[in-house]
């Protein structure tokens, strides 16, 4: 059994206009979806803005009404359950924003933003509850000393290390990791993402790993899935989605990952001029009428593509 199931997962947003405030149309968010993490694994999640990545994961936090579909948590499906089993849940599953500046409250304290998870399902004394929080800034390199500072006091990468501390603080199976990354510089991205994977070692946590940035996903993830218009247009292995990858979408990701090495820059650079030629040219064969992705086609044992079957045949 994988640790989260998501199955045939659809989040339509109502649209409503006129004076009446009528509903009129909908945006498919998330329309269609399928895919499993398994525990202990980095799942990664990977589309343009708008492709529906964030409504996803806060489908799996319980932050989002599901239209349709199931999330299956350990085969339970949690988009059903009681509020009882809602708070276990909750405390096995958390989330890490993209700003951390928007999502830890600027009037709190470390300490109390730290610990707000643990005073909402367990109970500790003072002193417990102090000594927890210690050893949570430990794990993720930040000094005693900033038990009593203020989330302005901090740099990004420091800010988004207590945003990781109050993650894991009630011992999570999941955590969704969502853009954690895009806000910081190149150079203090490496060391959040290694906090990350030092962290999930210590601790066995799988995560869902939201990005725009394929570059990024390379370094976290085993499994990864493309994601288009609420919908996958692709999904394999880290290696099936790098070393052959299928769909022209996720090739046009591949070629905008940004070049850190200046004496591959121009190479780059043409090789994304001409995936993007290929794109405006051909993009019609690559999505149905309505402009959306195919249903997925299984083309290994780990590798699935969204291409009508005429084209598969072709290559
Ligand atoms: N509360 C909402 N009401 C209506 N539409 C919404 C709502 N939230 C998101 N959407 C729309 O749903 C689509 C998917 O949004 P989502 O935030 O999931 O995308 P994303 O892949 O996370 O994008 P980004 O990379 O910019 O964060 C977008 O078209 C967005 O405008
Ligand atoms: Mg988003």
Known sequence: MSLIEIK???????????????????????DGINFNIEAGETYGLVG????????????VVGLENVTSGSILYE?????????????KYNQNVQMIFQDSLSSLNPRKRVLDIIAEPLRNFQHLSAEDEKIRVLQLLD????????????????????????????????????????EPVSALDLSVQAQVLNFMKKIQREFGISYLFISHDLGVVRHMCQNIAIMNKGRLVEVGTREDIYEHPMHIYTKRLLAAIPEVDVAHRKERQQQRKEIEKIYQEQSSQYYDKDGLAYPLIQVSPTHFVALPEEKLAKG
């Open 48 to 59: 343009e803005s708008g492709s529906g990545k964030s409504t996803t994961g806060k489908s």
């Open 75 to 87: 085969g339970v499906d949690i988009t059903k359950g009681s509020a009882r089993r809602n708070i």
């Open 8 to 30: 045939n997962l659809k989040v339509h947003y109502p649209i409503r206009s006129g004076f009446l405030n009528r509903v009129t149309d909908q945006v498919k968010a998330v």
């Open 139 to 178: 794990t993720v390199g930040l000094n005693p000393e900033s038990l009593y500072k203020y989330p302005h006091q901090f740099s990004g990468g420091q800010r988004q290390r207590i945003g990781i501390a109050r993650a894991v603080a009630t011992n999570p199976k999941l955590i969704i990791a969502d």
